[in-house]
Structures are given as structure tokens and as C-alpha cells.
């Protein structure tokens, strides 16, 4: 089956640095979301993404992220100078069509520690 | 999008179906009834969804009520695998917002063996 594909599963890094998450959604699709969860707190939207930009953002994604598909596979999250409370697992998903009559397939996240 | 209730948590037995509720008494015409759930330490796993009828998948069934006000995600017969965070999120027809999936704080289900 299948399946969005996050790298990689665990970042530390350390406040101030520039860290990039990637994510290969699935080949046929052609939406692409991130989302973040704080541990113990709800899953967030952060940005969606179609025909290579970006169609929609929350007001956490400020101007320290952004999003960008550099090739054809990759998805990817950059956090310019991250902060201790961008700690979090952080998920890419997909879609074939907006999120109407279709789902979102979810990757299993990577968690971003900040120290 | 409008807003969906929950029951904090639920607890069921192994190999007994499982009703999960969820009230949306506020939907609109053109809102499908989307179920996710997240296993511990995993990413949101899409479940099933519908817009009027009732709806089966090889993970579960959908239960609309007749007025849409409400709707049941049922698991026939629970396993250990099926404890995780349960959440009903109401998506416009036509996309509107296109990735914004409102996640609440769901229903926790625990399964005992």
C-alpha cells in the first residue's frame, strides 16, 4: 500500500538553527499538508501546498517557515531559527483532491526536539 | 467548518463492536463526516467518511442519523490494535479550506483484553 514517507523520524537541534523537514508524499497525489502536535496537545494544521504553492496557512506558520517541493518526490518544512516551543511531532500528509470527498494520508511523523 | 462533540474517552472489550458517537448538530448541507484516529506515537490514520448514507470500509462502518445532527463510528468486533484517539471532523464537499483538518481532542477508546 501506499504510504507518505517522513525523514527523519527523530531532530534534535539547538535554538537559533535552521532545520528542514522532508516528506515524500504519495506519487499521485497532487495536495500536501503539514501539520504539527505538541506532545499531549491536539494535532495542528500549519500549511497546505498545490501546483507549488502554497494554497492555504495557519496563523502558527509565520514568516520562520515555509514550504517548498523541490523535485518532483519531495515535500519539504524549513524552520528558519527554531524556538524551544516549535518542540513537536511534526506530520506531512497528502491528498489526490482537496479534502472534501477524499482523505488525507497521514506520514508518521518527525519529532523535533529544540534545545 | 463546523464544530463536531465528543466523548472524552471510551472503553470497550476485546472482540465486542465499539459505538463511537459524535454530534454535529451544527453541519451544513455540503459537510462530509470524516473519522481519523491515531494510534500512540503514530500519525493520524484515515478511518472512513460520508455525506448521507450509511458507509461500510474493511476498518469500520458509518452511522449517519437521519437529520445529520449526529453520527457513530462503529467497529464491529475490537482488537487491542483499535486503542487510539478517535476524531469526527466535518469537510465541506467542495474542499473549501484544502487542508485544513480541524482535529479536536477526539475520543481516547481503550480496548481491554
Known amino acids: 500500500e501506499p504510504e507518505v514517507t517522513q525523514t527523519p523520524s527523530h531532530q534534535v537541534t539547538q535554538m537559533g538553527q535552521e532545520v528542514i523537514l522532508r516528506c515524500v508524499p504519495i506519487s499521485n497525489h497532487l495536495y500536501f499538508y503539514w501539520y504539527r502536535q505538541i506532545l499531549g496537545q491536539k494535532v495542528e494544521f500549519l500549511v497546505s501546498f498545490y501546483n507549488n504553492e502554497i494554497s492555504e496557512k495557519s496563523e502558527i506558520f509565520d514568516d520562520q517557515f515555509s514550504v517548498e517541493r523541490p523535485d518532483g518526490s519531495n515535500f519539504t518544512l524549513k524552520i528558519r531559527s527554531t524556538k524551544l516551543e516549535d518542540s513537536a511531532m511534526y506530520f506531512c500528509?497528502?491528498?489526490?483532491?482537496?479534502?472534501?470527498?477524499?482523505?488525507?494520508?497521514f506520514g508518521q511523523g518527525t519529532r523535533l526536539t529544540v534545545v | 467548518d463546523a464544530k463536531t462533540t465528543q466523548p472524552n474517552s471510551m472503553e470497550s472489550n476485546e472482540e465486542e463492536p465499539v459505538h463511537l458517537p459524535c454530534n454535529h448538530s451544527t453541519i451544513s448541507g455540503t459537510d462530509y463526516i470524516h473519522w481519523y484516529r491515531q494510534l500512540p506515537s503514530q500519525g493520524p490514520e484515515y478511518v472512513i467518511h460520508g455525506l448521507t448514507s450509511n458507509v461500510n470500509n474493511r476498518m469500520a462502518s458509518l452511522a449517519i442519523a437521519e437529520d445529520r445532527k449526529s453520527s457513530t463510528l462503529i467497529l464491529h468486533r475490537a482488537t487491542l490494535r483499535d486503542a487510539a484517539v478517535y476524531y469526527c471532523?466535518?469537510?465541506?464537499?467542495?474542499?473549501?479550506?484544502?487542508?485544513?483538518?480541524?482535529f479536536g481532542k477526539g475520543t481516547k477508546l481503550s480496548v481491554k483484553p
Open positions: 471532523i466535518l469537510r465541506d464537499m467542495n474542499g473549501g479550506s484544502q487542508g485544513n483538518l480541524i
Open positions: 500528509a497528502s491528498s489526490v483532491f482537496p479534502l472534501g470527498d477524499t482523505e488525507a494520508f
